[in-house]
């Protein structure tokens, strides 16, 4: 008969599977890899729909002409209508791209947040508002504009430059939210492996004082609590990685109507060039690397808590 090896394959001599709960430890780290991915997809979705609105708003302008319907100024104008010698020349410049000019009922629908459902029985003399497009964002408008006040003296022309910045604005500071947020989450979860591995430490105590004393090196000790954190928080990782997937194509498939929303050439088809109501292909490759994150993570915390654990034993 042969004979059985003195420690065998996979023998816990540190009694670590004990130390380390399978439980607790990678239920913790989920939740850190859920609240992760869902800062991740924040940052990433702040930065698409920032692109796709800023280069709509920058490729657009409106015109208000009021007294649309009196004559044009000039000579050109004559039997001319304000409005109509306004669309003239914006159909006739070759930056422009497209030039509408907003119907009655166009117009209520944009007036009716502020003037409620009965704007027509307010006797205000609307102007006529054109929406233009330019060819592209950085197309020139400046001698058109002043032909336009020219044939049209009064009319307004309103450049989107205000609201880009504000926008500009607030994505920055909502990805500054959601990287303090992912910085948040990565030490909380520094904090949780270390947490966990001292309690391991504290169990086993004694069992570490015997093999410590036969010889077992503060590398061997360390690399065995390492290799059972790395584990646990790599399968952790994988689990939050696994949850947030439903829950980010949900959200996904909700903002998918923000990102078509006018949508110039070359976005229509979603959020910035993704499938409409899918993710970017860089969440698609972050969400596999949160165990591996996790992982190292767990890994060099208990090797570091470890090491300095087993420093202070006399």
Do not use: K
Request: proline share 7%.
């Amino acid at each position: 008969m042969a004979r059985s090896p003195l420690r065998p394959p996979g023998f816990d001599d540190l009694g670590l599977q004990r130390a380390l709960s399978d439980r607790l430890l990678p239920f913790l780290v989920a939740a850190m890899a859920f609240l992760a991915a869902l800062a991740l997809a924040g940052f990433l979705a702040a930065a698409g729909l920032a692109r796709h609105w800023q280069q709509g708003a920058e490729a657009s302008l409106t015109v208000q002409v009021p007294h649309p319907s009196a004559a044009a100024a000039g000579a050109g104008g004559a039997g001319t209508t304000r409005v109509a010698r306004v669309l003239a020349l914006l159909h006739g410049d070759p930056a422009i791209a497209s030039a509408h000019l907003l119907t009655a009922a166009e117009l209520d629908a944009l007036l009716r947040p502020w003037l409620g459902s009965h704007t027509g029985q307010f006797a205000l003399p609307l102007p006529a508002v054109i929406a233009v497009r330019l060819v592209t964002p950085s197309a020139g408008f400046g001698g058109l504009g002043e032909a336009i006040r020219n044939a049209a003296p009064g009319t307004l022309v309103e450049r989107h430059g205000v609201w880009v910045r504000r926008l500009t604005a607030l994505v920055q500071s909502l990805q500054g939210s959601a990287a303090i947020a992912l910085l948040v989450v990565t030490a909380v979860a520094v904090a949780v492996v270390a947490v966990a591995t001292h309690a391991g430490l504290a169990a086993c105590r004694e069992a570490i004082e015997i093999v410590h004393g036969l010889g077992a090196t503060d590398g061997y000790i360390a690399a065995r609590f390492a290799a059972r954190a790395t584990r646990l928080a790599a399968l952790g990782g994988g689990a939050g990685a696994l949850v947030a997937l439903p829950v980010l194509l949900t959200l996904a498939g909700l903002a998918a109507p923000f990102a078509r929303l006018d949508a110039p050439a070359g976005l229509a088809g979603g959020l910035g060039g993704l499938p409409s109501g899918g993710l970017p292909p860089v969440l698609w490759l972050a969400l596999p690397a949160l165990p591996v994150g996790a992982a190292v993570i767990g890994y060099v915390t208990a090797q570091v808590a470890v090491r300095r654990w087993l420093r202070r034993l006399p």
